[in-house]
């Protein structure tokens, strides 16, 4: 079953520190508080982890969800 718009109750955003991956934030930053949307922060990462890169994409993910939360937007990092 396909969610119409209007019921977009939580967004999901996998992000890797790419440019690329960080190009749907302005998008984010408008359709999220028109929808009141809860938005989740994931951080991707290729490979196995250390507890410093582990430290570091949390970091990043925690950076980023901070951000969105001052600009009024429901965020938290996953």
């Given at each position: 079953m396909v969610k119409s718009?209007?019921?977009?109750?939580?967004?999901?955003?996998?992000?890797?520190?790419?440019?690329?991956?960080?190009?749907v934030l302005p998008y984010l930053r408008d359709l999220a508080p028109r929808f009141g949307s809860q938005v989740h922060i994931l951080g991707v990462g290729i490979g196995g982890k250390t507890r410093r890169v582990n430290?570091?994409?949390?970091?990043?993910?925690?950076?980023?969800?901070?951000?969105?939360?001052?600009?009024?937007?429901k965020a938290k990092a996953v």
């Open positions: 718009i209007s019921q977009l109750q939580e967004i999901l955003v996998p992000l890797d520190g790419s440019g690329e991956a960080e190009s430290r570091l994409l949390e970091d990043y993910t925690k950076r980023i969800a901070n951000g969105l939360n001052g600009n009024n937007i």
